[in-house]
């Protein structure tokens, strides 16, 4: 059974830095795509970033290219999102999703109903 973790939220400031991670359990093997959303209540869950674990090729939203930076560690489930220059607008209960098997040829699609893991999430506050 595949469970997802995630770690890092808080509160920051206006154009401060929070890393998020999230660890993935039970794949066996790495055809597979683990991406993180957002989501604040009234408005549609945003995919912000999102990753094929086994090629390490990243796909970033628009809103968030050039501040975010989303990567991958040795274990095969291990991903972090890196959010620089936060804005009010990045404030949202970040949730770390994975797909099924997904073949490299596929990619990683932003849509929520590909990704069929999720945690449970991790509450980002940019506030000063």
């Known amino acids: 059974e595949v469970q997802l973790v995630e770690a890092g939220g808080g509160l920051v400031q206006p154009g401060g830095s929070l890393t998020l991670s999230c660890t993935a359990s039970?794949?066996?093997?790495?055809?597979?795509?683990m991406g993180w959303f957002r989501q604040v209540p009234g408005k549609e869950r945003e995919a912000v970033a999102r990753?094929?674990?086994?090629?390490?090729?990243?796909y970033l939203a628009d809103s968030v290219k050039g501040r975010f930076t989303m990567s991958q560690g040795n274990a095969k489930g291990w991903v972090s999102l890196l959010m620089n220059s936060l804005k009010s607008e990045d404030t949202a209960t970040y949730c770390c999703?994975?797909?099924?098997?997904?073949?490299?040829?596929?990619?990683?699609?932003?849509?929520?109903?590909?990704?069929?893991?999720w945690g449970h999430g991790t509450q980002v506050s940019v506030s000063s």
């Open positions: 990753i094929y674990i086994g090629s390490g090729n990243v």
């Open positions: 999703g994975a797909t099924a098997f997904r073949d490299y040829w596929t990619g990683c699609g932003a849509a929520t109903s590909d990704y069929v893991y």
């Open positions: 039970g794949y066996k093997n790495t055809n597979f795509c």
